[in-house]
């Protein structure tokens, strides 16, 4: 019933609704799941099991206290074993910034964070992502996670992200990323049931493949492929739920 119900919110109710009012509805199923089998990084709290989550619901994906995915519990234990972004000076740029991470991010003494959006209510900054309005040069880190796959032209996004990076800077730039050689996309495709056929959501205007790297390293930017949960144990993979197979498109500043 929980699949079922979390699938159909994900698929119709715009995100915007759901940044704002989903962690309050959320926080009600932590009575229900709790437990000590499956820990968040995140936010620190232990359950049971994490929810279900997306659209082919996932088994044991959403922290219903903080709202973490799989793949922000790996974003977190990265920066925590392979950067200093929990104790270095830097100034941060968050595009379309995620509910488990904000405030987080924002109680680090060490950050300058500033978060940016077209539509998200949670965003400090209205921003397009294509026109960035920052000065070059002006952030040491840039996040940017599943947002590309929405926007009209995701190389001069990267463009604009290789743009206001520090010569120092790096990022993390998620997406779906799928099993096939080539990226998919067709502007002419505008109907959103045929964009969830296709792309495998109503707003998404391209599905990632294999080449995501080398297409996003067109911006300028230089985009490697971070196999970090391949080094973790399977104790660790086991304990916070992460995806065994997820790549980190870790990006430093380019030419």
């Known amino acids: ?17 759901l940044q704002l009012f989903s962690h309050s509805f959320l926080k009600i199923s932590v009575l229900f799941y709790s437990g000590k089998n499956v820990s968040c990084n ?8 994490f929810l279900p989550y997306g659209r082919k619901a996932r088994e044991n994906a959403l922290c219903p206290n903080c709202l973490a995915l799989e793949r922000h519990r790996l974003i977190w234990l990265f920066l925590q074993e392979k950067t200093a972004f929990f104790t270095q000076g830097l100034k941060v740029l968050h595009v379309a910034p995620e509910h488990c991470f904000i405030e987080r991010f924002a109680s680090l003494p060490n950050l300058d964070y500033i978060t940016g959006d077209l539509e998200s209510p949670l965003a400090q ?14 952030f040491d880190v840039v996040f940017c996670n599943h947002v590309l796959e929405h926007v009209h032209d995701d190389i001069k996004a990267c463009r604009e992200i290789n743009r206001v990076l520090k010569n120092t800077g790096w990022g993390i730039i998620q997406s779906p990323v799928y099993d096939m050689e080539v990226t998919l996309e067709d502007v002419s495709v505008t109907e959103p049931a045929e964009r969830e056929k296709l792309f495998g959501q109503r707003d998404h205007v391209r599905k990632y493949g294999r080449d995501y790297a080398p297409r996003l390293s067109q911006s300028g930017l230089n985009v490697q492929e971070n196999d970090f949960v391949k080094t973790l144990s ?13 790549i980190l498109y870790f990006c430093t500043k380019g030419k």
């Open 42 to 49: 995140v936010c620190g709290k232990t359950f049971r099991k």
């Open 125 to 138: 900054v209205k921003m397009d992502i294509h026109q960035i309005p920052f000065a070059d040069e002006t």
């Open 1 to 17: 019933m929980i699949k079922r119900l979390i699938s159909w919110v994900i698929r119709y109710v715009p995100r915007k609704y």
């Open 234 to 246: 399977e104790e660790a993979i086991k304990k916070f739920a992460l995806p065994p197979n997820e």
